[in-house]
């Protein structure tokens, strides 16, 4: 406690003490057992700990597995740093769109009872949605560009939900693209909606493309939050806990947590042009809206409970959640070859699922398929993703290893992709 304390006062951020293991996932002897190399891992930490320093970000938990074995799983910095409190392994986060591959695992389980088929139309489910109309833009005879409608050519899909080729997309205030505005306007996101009603506000506005035709980032992973309480009967927050988080014992995984655990809360820092707190919502703050697309709270070892299920096949623990193929699928590239990028796809950066990027998309989560074309070393066929607040996982079967990040700094998410990318895979010596 003593040693607390002292890190406390500290402007140095030091790495706070390694667990035996991480939710019941066994602790390597060393790295070296499982071909990493100490020293070189080293540069990970120094790297993260004058970050840390130099004010750049509040502090981090990095936790990295290979052969089924915790090879690091280390906290950096400020849990909060304004109030000096040290960041811990157990620290909570809110984890934005690495809720998306739960969310996805959570309707393939419904697939694999029978419930439900990625062929089938979402307008199944969601009648509304079978009226809904595809936004086009006419030339009109004085030369100016107007927006007009159309009906769908194919009816939106559960697996264009699953690989965001729904036509749905994000908000954003642009007077150039009345579709997004709109999604403002109508105020989709609000939290004291429910997924009913979120999905009914959805409905009523235009797509910005056709299904089936472009990769748009959008919130069609929410829709889908709302055709599995459909076709469950069950809220989205209850089905989670009961098919993911119970089975695979993910204690601190859900749409908030309890008052209890609110000193465990990982909060950011000021940051940006204006030095302003980014607003990431506390880990115990409940809302109506159960947001499939970006709900979840959890905590580092959660989630690599999580992925080590993937690992392992679908099961962990003797707890089978989906099935061998099931994963073969998901982790597959779902994008057609003749799918083109929403205008917009160039801000993921690495993480587009683009062919000029090697990579395509799966059900949740990019999937890599060329080595080489991305920036971020990794494998072809190891699959990834990221929260915008600043969490980053991926998983590399054929290095047998996965990495989890937790992080509450966007303005420094996608240089910690890269960053994480680089100087682990540099320490994977064997």
């Given at each position: 406690?003593?040693?607390?304390?002292?890190?406390s006062?500290?402007?140095?951020?030091?790495?706070?003490?390694?667990?035996?293991?991480?939710?019941g996932?066994?602790?390597?002897?060393?790295?070296?057992?499982?071909?990493?190399?100490?020293?070189?891992?080293?540069?990970?930490?120094d790297?993260?700990?004058?970050?840390?320093?130099?004010?750049?970000?509040?502090?981090?938990?990095?936790?990295?597995?290979?052969n089924?074995?915790?090879?690091?799983?280390?906290?950096?910095?400020?849990?909060?740093?304004?109030?000096?409190?040290?960041?811990?392994?157990?620290?909570?986060?809110?984890i934005?769109?690495?809720?998306k591959?739960?969310?996805s695992?959570a309707?393939?389980?419904?697939?694999?009872?029978?419930?439900?088929?990625?062929?089938?139309?979402?307008?199944?489910?969601?009648?509304?949605?079978?009226?809904?109309?595809?936004s086009?833009?006419?030339?009109?005879?004085?030369?100016?560009?107007?927006?007009?409608?159309?009906?769908?050519?194919?009816?939106m899909?559960?697996?264009?939900?699953?690989?965001?080729?729904?036509?749905?997309?994000?908000?954003?205030?642009?007077?150039?693209?009345?579709?997004?505005?709109?999604?403002?306007?109508?105020?989709?996101?609000?939290?004291?909606?429910?997924?009913?009603?979120?999905?009914?506000?959805?409905?009523?506005?235009?797509?910005l493309?056709?299904?089936?035709?472009?990769?748009?980032?959008?919130?069609?992973?929410?829709?889908?939050?709302?055709?599995?309480?459909?076709?469950?009967?069950?809220?989205?927050?209850?089905?989670?806990?009961e098919?993911?988080?119970?089975?695979?014992?993910?204690?601190?995984?859900?749409?908030?947590v309890?008052a209890?655990?609110?000193?465990?809360?990982?909060?950011?820092q000021?940051?940006?042009?204006?030095?302003?707190?980014?607003?990431?919502p506390?880990?115990?703050?409940?809302?109506?809206?159960?947001?499939?697309?970006?709900?979840?709270?959890s905590?580092?070892?959660?989630?690599?409970?999580?992925?080590?299920?993937?690992?392992?096949?679908?099961?962990l623990?003797?707890?089978r959640?989906?099935?061998?193929?099931?994963?073969?699928?998901?982790?597959?590239n779902?994008?057609?070859?003749?799918?083109?990028?929403?205008?917009?796809?160039?801000?993921?950066?690495?993480?587009?699922?683009?062919?000029?990027?090697?990579?395509?998309?799966g059900?949740g989560?990019?999937?890599?398929?060329?080595?080489?074309?991305?920036?971020?070393?990794?494998?072809?066929?190891?699959?990834?993703w990221g929260?915008?607040?600043?969490?980053?996982?991926?998983?590399?079967?054929?290095?047998?290893?996965?990495?989890?990040?937790?992080?509450?700094?966007?303005?420094?998410?996608?240089?910690?992709?890269?960053?994480?990318?680089?100087?682990?895979?540099?320490?994977?010596?064997?």
């Open positions: 406690m003593a040693l607390v304390r002292v890190l006062l500290m402007v140095l951020a030091v790495s706070v003490a390694v667990p035996a293991a991480g939710q996932i066994p602790k390597a002897q060393s790295p070296e057992e499982v071909g990493f190399s100490s020293i070189r891992l080293k540069r990970l930490s790297r993260i700990n004058e970050d840390v320093k130099d004010g750049k970000i509040p502090g981090a938990v990095v936790l990295i597995a290979r089924g074995r915790i090879v690091m799983f280390d906290a950096f910095g400020y849990r909060d740093r304004e109030t000096k409190a040290p960041m811990k392994t157990d620290s909570i986060f809110r934005a769109s690495m809720t591959p739960i969310t695992v309707a393939m389980t419904l697939v694999e009872e029978g419930k439900m088929s990625l062929a089938d139309p979402v307008a199944k489910y969601i009648p509304a949605f079978g009226e809904t109309k595809v086009v833009t006419k030339n009109s005879a004085d030369g100016t560009v107007q927006m007009g409608l159309e009906p769908q050519k194919r009816p899909t559960i697996l264009d939900l699953m690989r965001h080729t729904s036509g749905l997309t994000y908000g954003a205030i642009s007077g150039n693209n009345p579709v997004k505005q709109s999604y403002y306007d109508m105020k989709v996101m609000d939290g004291s909606q429910t997924n009913e009603e979120m999905a009914a506000k959805l409905a009523k506005l235009a797509l493309y056709q299904p089936g035709t472009h990769f748009e980032y959008s919130m069609s992973t929410d829709v889908l939050g709302r055709v599995i309480e459909v076709v469950s009967g069950l809220s989205l927050d209850k089905f989670i806990e098919r993911i988080a119970k089975p695979l014992k993910l204690g601190d995984t859900g749409f908030e309890s209890d655990k609110k000193g465990r809360g990982a909060r950011p000021k940051e940006g042009p204006r030095n302003e707190v980014p607003p990431i506390d880990v115990t703050t409940k809302t109506t809206w159960k947001s499939g697309g970006a709900g979840l709270v905590t580092a070892a959660d989630y690599a409970r999580f992925l080590q299920m993937f690992a392992n096949g679908g099961e623990d003797g707890v959640v989906i099935s061998r193929k099931t994963i073969d699928l998901m982790t597959a779902a994008l057609p070859p003749d799918i083109e990028m929403g205008d917009d796809m160039w801000r993921l950066g690495p993480l587009e699922p683009s062919a000029r990027m090697g990579q395509g998309y059900l989560f990019a999937v890599r398929l060329d080595q080489g074309r991305n920036p971020l070393p990794g494998s072809p066929y190891d699959y990834h929260g915008v607040w600043g969490t980053y996982f991926w998983h590399d079967p054929r290095e047998r290893m996965y990495v989890v990040f937790m992080m509450q700094c966007p303005s420094a998410s996608q240089q910690y992709q890269a960053l994480l990318r680089d100087l682990v895979y540099q320490a994977l010596v064997n």
